[in-house]
């Protein structure tokens, strides 16, 4: 889970970042324009083999509204019967998040939703190199939350791989293999750690760092963060398995309805 120069290196996912406004239901609400996060101006998640000229100033939008219960409006389907892998593994992450525990505190608690849903409706399938799991690419737009303080960034592009481990089992011919030496790569467990990770390089910690610094062109720091993550959330995540995606689903669209 890290950008990198043309580098290739098993046991990490590939963040390659490029950014700029996404759309999706998140733009309704994050509506007025602010100044460039200064910490920021040169400084990203962006050290792709593709990217060739300087990252342009990022920009930032606040919010004024936002639910007071958080509902998974990252899903393309409230049917359980039709639930991708991707709206799974954003299912069994917003479970997580939407709870009181070790790994939603880490993330920064329910607000950290939001960006989660951003990143997913995001993503798009492509074919990569087999040991990427997920490319973001671009220019980097902040959010800031006026009722609860919270903010993140979303690249411009953000691609999830078809050929990666996300979706595909170990192969070491190929050198694909799982982002991390716990969960085998393919599985239920994996995929949420991928998108945990993702969402760790877009939020931030109360002194305003990122939760996961930026770890392109360094495998070992790469690493690092995955087992953060894994450390943060191992519980979390192992217990997944007590619950179906239809009854997380029927819980997650329950707690939205409550007053």
Same mark, same amino acid.
């Given at each position: 889970?890290?950008?990198?120069? #043309?580098?290739? &290196?098993?046991?990490?996912?590939?963040? &390659?970042?490029? @950014? /700029?406004?996404?759309?999706?239901?998140?733009?309704?609400?994050? =509506?007025?324009?602010?100044?460039?996060?200064?910490?920021?101006?040169?400084?990203?998640?962006?050290?792709?083999?593709?990217? /060739?000229?300087?990252?342009?100033?990022?920009?930032?939008?606040?919010?004024?509204?936002?639910?007071?219960?958080?509902?998974?409006?990252?899903?393309?389907?409230?049917?359980?019967?039709?639930?991708?892998?991707?709206?799974?593994?954003?299912?069994?992450?917003? %479970? @997580?998040?939407?709870?009181?525990?070790?790994?939603?505190?880490?993330? #920064?608690?329910?607000?950290? @939703?939001?960006?989660? %849903?951003?990143?997913?409706?995001?993503?798009? *399938?492509?074919?990569?190199?087999e040991d990427i799991a997920i490319q973001m690419t671009g220019n980097t737009t902040h959010y800031l939350s006026n009722r609860t303080g919270?903010?993140?960034?979303?690249?411009?592009?953000?691609? @999830?791989?078809?050929?990666?481990?996300?979706?595909?089992?170990?192969?070491?011919?190929?050198?694909?293999?799982?982002?991390?030496? =716990?969960?085998?790569?393919? %599985? $239920?467990?994996?995929? =949420?750690?991928?998108?945990?990770?993702?969402?760790?390089?877009?939020? $931030? %910690?109360?002194?305003?760092?990122?939760?996961?610094?930026?770890?392109?062109?360094?495998?070992?720091?790469?690493?690092?963060?995955?087992?953060?993550?894994?450390?943060?959330?191992?519980?979390? &995540?192992?217990?997944?398995?007590?619950?179906?995606?239809?009854?997380?689903?029927?819980?997650?669209?329950?707690?939205?309805?409550? *007053?």
């Amino acid at each position: 889970m890290r950008t990198a120069k #043309g580098l290739q &290196i098993t046991f990490v996912v590939f963040l &390659i970042t490029k @950014i /700029t406004l996404v759309n999706s239901v998140a733009q309704n609400v994050l =509506v007025r324009t602010l100044r460039p996060d200064p910490d920021e101006l040169n400084h990203g998640h962006n050290n792709a083999p593709a990217m /060739t000229s300087p990252t342009p100033a990022e920009e930032s939008r606040s919010s004024s509204a936002v639910p007071a219960r958080a509902e998974p409006s990252g899903l393309r389907s409230r049917d359980p019967r039709k639930l991708g892998l991707l709206d799974r593994a954003y299912l069994d992450a917003f %479970t @997580i998040l939407n709870d009181e525990n070790e790994c939603s505190r880490f993330f #920064g608690g329910k607000p950290a @939703i939001s960006a989660l %849903t951003e990143l997913v409706l995001q993503l798009k *399938p492509r074919y990569l190199a087999e040991d990427i799991a997920i490319q973001m690419t671009g220019n980097t737009t902040h959010y800031l939350s006026n009722r609860t303080g919270f903010s993140f960034r979303l690249f411009d592009k953000a691609e @999830i791989n078809l050929a990666g481990s996300f979706f595909r089992s170990s192969d070491p011919s190929k050198r694909r293999v799982s982002v991390t030496s =716990v969960f085998r790569p393919n %599985t $239920r467990e994996t995929r =949420v750690v991928v998108l945990l990770h993702e969402l760790g390089h877009l939020v $931030r %910690t109360a002194d305003r760092r990122w939760v996961l610094p930026d770890d392109g062109a360094d495998p070992s720091l790469s690493s690092e963060n995955t087992e953060r993550v894994v450390s943060a959330c191992r519980q979390q &995540i192992e217990s997944l398995s007590r619950m179906t995606h239809a009854q997380e689903l029927e819980m997650a669209l329950s707690d939205a309805q409550l *007053p």
